[in-house]
């Protein structure tokens, strides 16, 4: 309710409307949503529901980011959600991207943060798996116990239990491997796919066109001519979303960074979406 009721309006943010209290029960306002970005990737009401066209994903990339960077970038607060993942993400009725899922969000605030080192160990591939170094990254963070969703989460915060934005700048990037895939992190059984291992895997083997969703089925190649320009677009996606979720949060990005870069890579090549994404 605390974090529900800091959050300034945004378009890309499931804002509290209001709370309704009684003496038998307790309610919370909120716009309404058509579904979760993770249901609708996964699921489907019926066999002739079409599967999230390229261009919504792109702008579900976007606006999704815009989204983040917003509560990054509170004025004289910022607020760490602690739980991106597809499930958090929510599509409004126009299929708009919503953050929500603000239950384990924290607030950061001169009395909470400290700045320092933060140090976690990571297995060295040059000297063998047994052999350990450590990663020293510099930063603002809040000392924390770990929450949010297994596979979404730093691995700088699961050792040393210090959480930054970039944390949530991590979570962003496993989500939109998500997104670009749709493969999810969590399988039917519960067991976690590394999406970014594999993803890399494919890159390296020159092999990106399994990494797009195959529900997809080639449309996002519009026009003959435009085959290239879209394969470099593709090529971007993946490279931002492996970036965010980079082991190292020193080469993660900000996230109004990424904002940039979505904004460059994307609307510059599709004015129409320029237009309908600024429209909030």
């Known amino acids: 309710m605390q974090v529900g009721s800091t959050v300034s309006m945004h378009p890309n943010v499931l804002c509290l409307r209001g709370f309704c209290r009684t003496e038998k029960e307790r309610l919370l306002v909120y716009p309404l949503i058509n579904n979760s970005l993770s249901y609708t990737l996964r699921e489907r009401p019926n ?8 261009t919504t994903r ?20 910022r607020i760490m959600h602690h739980d991106i993942c597809a499930s958090n993400i929510l599509l409004n009725v126009h299929f708009e991207a ?14 909470n943060v400290e700045e320092g080192t933060i140090e976690w160990p990571t297995c060295s591939a040059n000297s063998g798996s047994d052999s350990l170094f450590y990663h020293r990254y510099e930063d603002v963070y809040v000392n924390t116990p770990i929450c949010g969703t297994f596979g979404f989460i730093a691995p700088e915060f699961i050792y040393a239990r210090k959480c930054t934005v970039k944390n949530d700048v991590f979570a962003y990037g496993n989500m939109l491997l998500e997104l670009i895939s749709g493969q999810l992190i969590y399988s039917d059984d519960g067991e976690i796919f590394c999406l970014d291992d594999w993803t890399r895997k494919q890159m390296n083997e020159d092999q990106l066109r399994r990494v797009i969703d195959p529900n997809l089925q ?20 993946v490279r931002l979303a492996l970036l965010c979720a980079h082991e190292d949060p020193s080469i993660r990005p900000e996230m109004s960074e990424v904002v940039r870069m979505l904004e460059s890579q994307f609307l510059q090549r599709h004015p129409s979406t320029r237009t309908s994404c600024n429209q909030k």
């Open 218 to 237: 080639g449309n996002y190649v519009e026009e003959e001519a435009e085959q290239l320009v879209r394969l470099a677009l593709l090529c971007a996606l």
């Open 47 to 54: 066999r002739f529901a079409r599967p999230l066209n390229w």
């Open 58 to 77: 792109q702008a579900n990339s976007l606006g999704s980011s815009e989204g983040l960077a917003h509560l990054h970038n509170q004025g004289n607060i």
């Open 98 to 111: 919503m953050i929500g899922g603000f239950s384990l969000a924290m607030i950061m605030h001169e009395r």
